[in-house]
T-cell receptor
Framework: AQSVTQLGSHVSVSEGALVLLRCNYS??????LFWYVQYPNQGLQLLLK??????LVKGINGFEAEFKKSETSFHLTKPSAHMSDAAEYFC?????????????FGAGTRLAVHP | KAGVTQTPRYLIKTRGQQVTLSCSPI?????VSWYQQTPGQGLQFLFE???????NKGNFPGRFSGRQFSNSRSEMNVSTLELGDSALYLC????????????FGPGTRLTVT
């Protein structure tokens, strides 16, 4: 069975500071890993995905994540936070179960960005 | 290309009633998945449909059901509504079951009173 743990339900950073959102996964088979962002009253938007190619994955809006198998981690980073980055972020894992579209989500991390 | 659309966006129902939610995937996408989002349980997978067949199912009671039509549009139905069914229901579409890259709609906010 797969699972995802996001460390820190709330993270607060200053504008221009480094953003680091932590995600650890558990999977008995090679997983696909994803980061999604959700703005208030909206659905989820895909930021980036890892599908067993390069371990450093670049996404939209300047975000990137590194897959570390030895640490079972897939942390999301952005060098310089913008006010517009304030949102809730979800890490998700899927493993083959007739396909890869059954996502298991973490509990989410709400990012606040202060001027 | 238009994104995933869900109707209605907001819905208020009474306990014991049933409800049907609709999802139109991105043109060309054949896989549709449904998720329930609540403050207490977070995001939970309900089911996935591909070519009108349910391929995966989450851990929800039989009151939750779905179907997919030949044009890939999907509906989900919840019968005998309970207060705990109040949630944001999200639909996501994907090109194929192998893709793993899903695009989400804005959701339907269901309130059960």
């Amino acid at each position: 069975a797969q699972s995802v743990t996001q460390l820190g339900s709330h993270v607060s950073v200053s504008e221009g500071a480094l953003v680091l959102l932590r995600c650890n996964y558990s999977s008995s088979v090679p997983p696909y890993l994803f980061w999604y962002v959700q703005y208030p009253n909206q659905g989820l938007q895909l930021l980036l995905k890892y599908t067993s190619a390069a371990t450093l994955v670049k996404g939209i809006n300047g975000f990137e994540a590194e897959f570390k198998k030895s640490e079972t981690s897939f942390h999301l980073t952005k060098p310089s936070a913008h006010m517009s980055d304030a949102a809730e972020y979800f890490c998700a894992v899927s493993a083959f179960s007739g396909g890869y579209n059954k996502l298991i989500f973490g509990a989410g991390t709400r990012l606040a960005v202060h001027p | 290309k238009a994104g995933v659309t869900q109707t209605p966006r907001y819905l208020i129902k009474t306990r014991g009633q049933q409800v049907t939610l609709s999802c139109s995937p991105i043109s060309g996408h054949r896989s549709v998945s449904w998720y329930q989002q609540t403050p207490g349980q977070g995001l939970q997978f309900l089911f996935e449909y591909f070519s009108e067949t349910q391929r995966n199912k989450g851990n929800f009671p039989g009151r939750f059901s779905g179907r997919q039509f030949s044009n890939s549009r999907s509906e989900m139905n919840v019968s005998t509504l309970e207060l705990g069914d109040s949630a944001l229901y999200l639909c996501a579409s994907s090109l194929s079951v192998q893709d793993g890259e899903q695009y989400f709609g804005p959701g339907t906010r269901l309130t059960v009173t």
